[in-house]
């Protein structure tokens, strides 16, 4: 899994800000306090890029072995469907900070709506349209990487048995990297919007940095 870009939007000590700017300034006050509760995600992000490594070595064990070590594919399989679920609950305990960061968020489109100024307003609404893009396409890259673990729990599981065959094997990776590619194009599509977040923020800071 790649790692998934938390880009903080951190606010800036705004010297000599007027009353002008006041509710703007509010605004992406709470934003921040929004970013905040996303921080256990760079540690969910540690852990998962660590688990994926130990994936990867263990599958590629299993995928240098002969038939004949049945043994030590079993093993490594049982290996990997204990990964698999460590991975499940850090995925749980990121899906839990956007939640909690989605609450706070919105408390800052209600501050957002009682900004005046036609200019503040716009670069307002223009930040919480891509955080609107932000909170959907986490959603949709959530469950593409649950779709992903549980196609694997389901090959690791199949591989503890006793004797699995070649074609069944072959069959359920072909899924799996199926599910795979879905999940690295909303992963591209999610970190873009990221990107189009840094962009908005700095519009937002300039403007504060302006009055």
Do not use: W
């Given at each position: 899994?790649?790692?998934?870009?938390?880009m903080?939007?951190?606010?800036?000590?705004?010297?000599?800000?007027?009353h002008?700017?006041?509710?703007?300034?509010?605004?992406?006050?709470?934003?921040?306090?929004?970013?905040?509760?996303?921080?256990?995600?760079?540690?969910?992000?540690?852990?998962?890029?660590?688990?994926?490594?130990?994936?990867?070595?263990?599958?590629?064990?299993?995928?240098?072995?002969?038939?004949?070590?049945i043994?030590?594919?079993?093993?490594?399989?049982?290996?990997?469907?204990?990964?698999?679920?460590?991975?499940?609950?850090?995925?749980?305990?990121?899906?839990?900070?956007?939640?909690?960061?989605?609450?706070?968020?919105?408390?800052?489109?209600?501050?957002?709506?009682?900004?005046?100024?036609?200019?503040?307003?716009?670069?307002?609404?223009?930040?919480?349209a891509?955080?609107?893009?932000?909170?959907?396409?986490?959603?949709?890259?959530?469950?593409?990487?649950?779709?992903?673990?549980?196609?694997?729990?389901?090959?690791?599981?199949?591989?503890?048995?006793?004797?699995?065959?070649?074609?069944?094997?072959?069959?359920?990776?072909?899924?799996?990297?199926?599910?795979?590619?879905?999940?690295?194009?909303?992963?591209t599509?999610?970190?873009?919007?990221?990107?189009?977040?840094?962009?908005?923020?700095?519009d937002?800071?300039?403007?504060?940095?302006?009055?």
């Amino acid at each position: 899994m790649k790692k998934i870009a938390i880009m903080g939007l951190s606010v800036l000590m705004l010297a000599g800000c007027g009353h002008s700017t006041d509710k703007l300034a509010a605004f992406y006050t709470q934003i921040d306090t929004v970013n905040q509760k996303e921080k256990p995600v760079i540690e969910v992000n540690k852990n998962l890029q660590k688990l994926e490594s130990e994936k990867v070595e263990r599958f590629n064990k299993i995928s240098q072995a002969k038939k004949q070590d049945i043994k030590m594919i079993n093993s490594n399989a049982q290996k990997l469907v204990e990964n698999t679920e460590a991975r499940k609950q850090a995925i749980d305990k990121e899906i839990k900070a956007y939640d909690d960061s989605e609450t706070a968020y919105r408390k800052a489109k209600d501050l957002a709506k009682d900004i005046k100024n036609k200019e503040q307003k716009k670069e307002a609404a223009d930040l919480t349209a891509v955080m609107d893009e932000k909170y959907a396409g986490h959603d949709e890259l959530m469950a593409s990487y649950q779709d992903v673990l549980k196609k694997e729990n389901d090959l690791f599981k199949y591989l503890e048995g006793k004797k699995p065959e070649t074609e069944e094997v072959n069959s359920m990776i072909e899924k799996l990297n199926k599910s795979t590619e879905s999940f690295q194009q909303k992963m591209t599509s999610y970190n873009k919007t990221m990107e189009k977040i840094q962009k908005e923020s700095a519009d937002v800071v300039k403007l504060l940095n302006s009055k």
